[in-house]
């Protein structure tokens, strides 16, 4: 079987067609997923593999995309370190955040292979569904970049601003370095055991670094993004580093690794892909022109096909994950584009 579109495009490897899937492609756009959700949690699905599998397959089903990625979530981690975790309709909520070294002190040690067994069984699930009925289909695996994991950790939820998570961070440096350390072993081998389990690929999300100057990136963050880097790189199969609002972080993530970087729509895909170098690039629809009018539609995933300009190494995704509310149809619209059948 030739190689999947998706795997080569990440080894920068020519393919016929530009490959295409969407961040948080499985979700409550989706009258399937609503429909599962309707009965329990997030949490309780991600604990179910043979329904993880389930719902992974359902975007390949109805739009025809070029990967798949595992249903979970990247805060799930934060169970078993003992921080509390539970979603609500504002977001997610960690009931112990961590606001004093002593608080990083007395998170439980994790040891993925037992504590996120329950991902791994749902990664092996979904790579058998896939296997018996989408075989060229690779499937994604991913994790949280400590970073971001961190900002969860310490604001308590999601935030706008990082005050409390950069407050930690400046004060208790000591202990702010300690605690990425932790979660870059953590997530690094998680990604790893992912691979192992079936994962074709591997992305790690760095959904707020992009908060950061470029000196904060560089003393606070990059050394440990690049261990969980390392440890998901030895696993043998590509890794997709992605951050949003990160134009001017761009050169730093790449220094901290990964063979794909990916990039949001605040900047031009041809210009991010010069400062990138010799990388895979990612990107980078903005997810609110899944909202506008067929010709608006069409034109801006037609100006980012043109800016990646036909060269090997493009991935099609948006900038950021899909919202609530996106018409599923304009979606598969977006698919057949990048297809080349619309
Ligand atoms: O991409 C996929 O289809 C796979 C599944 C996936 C989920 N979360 C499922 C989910 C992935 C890859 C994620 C990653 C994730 N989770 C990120 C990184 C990507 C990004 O968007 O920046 C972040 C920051 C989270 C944390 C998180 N989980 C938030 C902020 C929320 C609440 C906001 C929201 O979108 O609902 C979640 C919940 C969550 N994770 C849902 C899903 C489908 C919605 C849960 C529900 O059904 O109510």
Known sequence: MPEPPFLAACRREPTDRTPVWFMRQAGRYM????????QQGILEMCHKPKLVAQITLQPVERLGV????????????????????????????????????????KLEHVDPARHLAYCLEGVREAKAALAARFPAVPLIGFAGAPFTLASYAIEGGTS?????????????????????????????????????????????????AGCLSCADYQEY???????????????????IHFGTDTSTLLELMAEAGGDVIG???????????????????QGNLDPAVLFAPPEV??????????????????????????????????VKRVVDLVHGRA
Do not use: C
């Open 160 to 208: 706008r601003t990082f005050e409390t998570t950069k407050q930690f961070m400046y004060t208790h440096a000591g202990a702010w370095h300690g605690f990425m350390e932790r979660l870059a072993e953590l997530v690094g081998s998680f990604l790893a055991l992912q691979a192992a389990a079936g994962a074709d690929a591997l992305q790690l999300f760095d959904s707020w």
């Open 297 to 330: 539609l069409e034109r801006r995933v037609k100006e980012v096909l043109r800016r990646a300009g036909g060269r090997a190494g493009h991935i099609f995704n948006l900038g950021h994950g899909i919202q609530p509310g996106t018409p599923v149809e304009n």
């Open 221 to 239: 963050v990059l050394p440990h993004s690049r261990r969980a880097i390392e440890l998901a790189s030895a696993a043998g199969v590509p890794v």
């Open 31 to 38: 009258p399937e997923y609503r429909a599962a959700r309707a």
């Open 66 to 105: 070029d990967a798949a990625i595992v249903f979970a979530d990247i805060l799930l981690p934060f169970e078993p370190l003992g921080v509390g975790l539970s979603y609500a309709s504002g977001g997610p909520k960690i009931w112990r955040p961590i606001r004093t070294p002593a608080d990083v002190d």
């Open 263 to 281: 990039v949001d729509w605040r900047i031009p895909l041809d210009v991010a892909w010069a400062r990138i170098g010799g990388r895979a690039v």
